[in-house]
């Protein structure tokens, strides 16, 4: 059996996928209609899958890729942003430099075989690496606290929005997050997030409160999916009940504190 070299090119933003193509057509398909649901109806998707695609790019992105328009004369839509039009320039120009490396990699595709296949497998699984949490991040660490066994780092990611954990001294050192500018990856798994009304003069104990507006909200048999729209395109998901969704208060368009505990909050490096 002979081998063939096959593959998608994707961008990555801190070791997590941030472009593929499907994304880019996605990009491509709203630039064209001005609407998500048109979209991605012409991709073959589900509008949720469409945003949540959208989502993790923004929560990547230095800049929002899209702007949505409400109401006026012409009806709401979306649009992609100046940035986000360079953005599909950029990654046009590199799919087509990954397509004539590709065809390079064929016409030697003999040279493969040599040393160790499974040297060649491991450096390619460190690529696939996926992970449960359903925010992340891309950050850099602002500040640092330590302490005798705990030290506390506060990561900006972006629209200053600022995040802080609490992790081990020890594990601040392995990672070495011990100094600002450090590029880190935030995750905070949904069931983490606590969602609460925005009143002035609450009193919480968690370290972190994110409010925002409800952009979206997915019910479920018995739990639902809250989006919450932070600054500068960042998105929070957060896992609810229904029994919290039917009291009424979690409306989209509405807005919504997201609490997070510090020691919930997951830090990860690509070196």
Not at 2 to 7: L, R
Not at 12 to 25: S, T
Not at 255 to 268: D, T
Request: proline residues 2%.
């Amino acid at each position: 059996m002979k081998p063939d070299v096959d593959g998608r090119f994707w961008l990555n933003v801190e070791g997590k996928g941030f472009l593929g193509l499907g994304r880019i057509e996605l990009l491509e398909q709203i630039d064209a209609s001005g609407s998500i649901s048109a979209a991605a109806r012409a991709m073959g998707m589900s509008y949720k899958a469409a945003w949540d695609a959208i989502d993790a790019m923004n929560n990547l992105a230095d800049e929002p890729l899209l702007i949505r328009q409400v109401g006026g004369r012409h009806g709401g839509g979306t649009k992609l942003t100046a940035y986000g039009k360079r953005v599909i320039a950029q990654y046009r120009a590199a799919e087509h430099e990954y397509q004539r490396f590709m065809k390079l990699m064929r016409e030697n595709l003999e040279q493969l075989g040599e040393g160790d296949p499974a040297d060649g497998f491991n450096f390619i699984r460190r690529f696939a690496m996926r992970t449960s949490a359903r925010n992340q991040f891309q950050g850099k660490v602002i500040r640092f606290g330590e302490g005798a066994v705990n030290d506390v780092i506060t990561v900006d990611i972006g629209g200053g929005i600022e995040i802080a954990s609490v992790i081990t001294h020890e594990a601040a050192q392995s990672l070495d997050l011990l100094r600002e500018g450090r590029e880190v990856q935030v995750l905070i798994k949904a069931s983490f997030v606590i969602l609460c009304e925005e009143v002035e003069g609450m009193r919480y104990s968690a370290r972190n409160r994110l409010c925002g507006t409800v952009s979206r909200v997915q019910p479920g048999a018995v739990n639902a999916e809250v989006k919450l729209d932070l600054s500068a395109g960042r998105t929070l998901s957060a896992i609810v009940t229904m029994d919290a969704v039917s009291e009424g208060w979690l409306k989209e368009g509405g807005r919504a504190c997201a609490l997070i505990k510090a020691p919930h909050v997951i830090l990860a490096v690509t070196d």
